[in-house]
């Protein structure tokens, strides 16, 4: 089975490394802006085989809410409601729509 990876944190991995990454697919293929140099090249390789290609806490979450319905404009709204007329309705209907999305994880 063909190892997937997580493009945007592999890309983070290796700019935190002083690499000049131009991209990073899901296939674990990177595209550089120049050519690497032998000791880049190496950093490079030991960088991906050793990418941890799990989900994050966050993005497992994120997931989640996304599964269960829940968008950002959701909870902007609700909060506005809130913010602009005290009204909580829509903040605890969501809150609890949260709630059950993330207690199934």
Partial sequence: MEQIYN????????????????????????????????????????????????PTEAEIEAQALAAAGITLKDMVMALWAQATTGDRTAMDALAEKIDLALNKI
């Fill in 7 to 54: 493009p945007e944190r592999l890309t983070k991995e290796l700019k935190a490394a002083g690499l000049p990454v131009a991209g990073v697919a899901s296939t674990g293929r990177v595209d550089y802006t120049r050519e690497l140099t032998k000791a880049e090249t190496e950093a490079a390789g030991a960088l991906i085989a050793a990418h941890d290609t799990r």
